[in-house]
Every structure is written in C-alpha cells, then in structure tokens.
C-alpha cells in the first residue's frame, strides 16, 4: 500500500513560484512512476507533468512546459513540482498519483494510488 501526501500549496501572486511535494510511506515508491494533476472548480482533472521511477524521464502538459519542473528523490520518498512564473490559470486543488505499471501518463484511469490534494491559489 502507498499512501501520498502533499504538501507546499498556497496562496500567491501571479509571476510568483512555489514548490510542491509529494511524499510517501511506501517502501517500493523507487520504482513506481509518479505525476502531478490538478482540478480547478467546475473542471475536470487534468494532467500536469510526470516523472518515471528513476527520474530519468519526464513529461509535461503544454500548458505548463517551461515554467513547472517535476523531479524526485527516491532516497527520501518525495516527488517535487517546482513551480514558476504562475498565472491565475494555474490556480488549482493539485494531486499527486503513483503507479507501478504503463499506460498513458496523462491518463489519470492508469494511476493506482492518488494523494488528498493540495490547493494553489493564484490571484491576480
């Protein structure tokens, strides 16, 4: 069982930065691939950038490429989502989600285990 928790949303101003995290119990979390989702109100969930199991493969949403960066440290159980340059688009209830086998990255039916969520709000 992996149980996710995240962590680093907030409130901010557009053009500014946070730092999500997503962090683990579970003791095989090295080798599951893991991604960041958001849903904002009223809107499906959506994908926002993944990460494969030993950090050496990334993929990202067009709507985010070059200014979210995802990244890992498998020593201490934690995937990141580096934010920058945030916009009121952004704003967002973001989930992180694991899973162990393929699938499509941005699908979010291929993903076997999600957090609570953390809100970001971006205001303008």
């Known amino acids: 069982q992996v149980q996710l928790v995240e962590s680093g949303g907030g409130l901010v101003q557009a053009g500014d930065s946070l730092r999500l995290s997503c962090t683990t119990s579970g003791r095989t979390f090295s080798t599951y691939s893991a991604s960041w989702f958001r849903q904002a109100p009223g809107k499906e969930r959506e994908f926002v950038a993944a990460?494969?199991?030993?950090?050496?493969?990334?993929s990202y949403a067009d709507s985010v490429k070059g200014r979210f960066t995802i990244s890992r440290d498998n020593a201490k159980n934690t995937v990141y989502l580096q934010m920058n340059s945030l916009n009121v688009e952004d704003t967002a209830l973001y989930y992180c989600?694991?899973?162990?086998?393929?699938?499509?990255?941005?699908?979010?039916?291929?993903?076997?285990?999600w957090g609570q969520g953390t809100q970001v709000t971006v205001s303008s």
């Open positions: 989600a694991s899973r162990m086998y393929g699938g499509s990255w941005d699908e979010a039916r291929y993903y076997d285990y």
């Open positions: 990460i494969n199991w030993s950090g050496g493969s990334t």
